[in-house]
């Protein structure tokens, strides 16, 4: 992990790292993202080239594979919930309920979720924008994840 940070912190473009693991069989995978925008294959090659350079096969045979946290994932760290705010999400709680809104904001405690829906109040002729917010216990939250959409 050490030979990722530095390398992370020499690029200083945004990225962090998402996910990490080392298999039985020496097998490293790395999942990084970026604070701002995405990641390129040239921030996967250096962090990759980092730890190769700087680990002696003759001692430990070892293969690694690094790759962008990807966009069909949940959020598994609290900087993908800070590069998110302000987008639209898929939250889905520990008791099945499913809620589709924009991530407001987010910590370590709870995520508030802004809906917005079209409704007609009792006694009126026109529908009215209804927004309403959201706050849920992060100990609810099963998974978030990022709705993507081609609008």
Known sequence: MKLIDE???ELAN????????ISTTNVIHVEIDKHVGGVAITDCMSVSRNVEHNLDREEED?????SSAGLDKPFRVMAQYDKNIGKEVKVLLNDKTKLEGILKAASEQE???????MEKPEGKK???LIVEQHVFPMDQVKETKIVISFK
């Open 7 to 9: 390398r992370i912190a």
């Open 14 to 21: 945004g990225l962090f790292v998402v996910d990490l693991s």
């Open 62 to 66: 070892f293969e690694i594979h690094v």
């Open 111 to 117: 995520i508030i979720i802004e809906t917005s829906r």
């Open 126 to 128: 026109k529908k009215e």
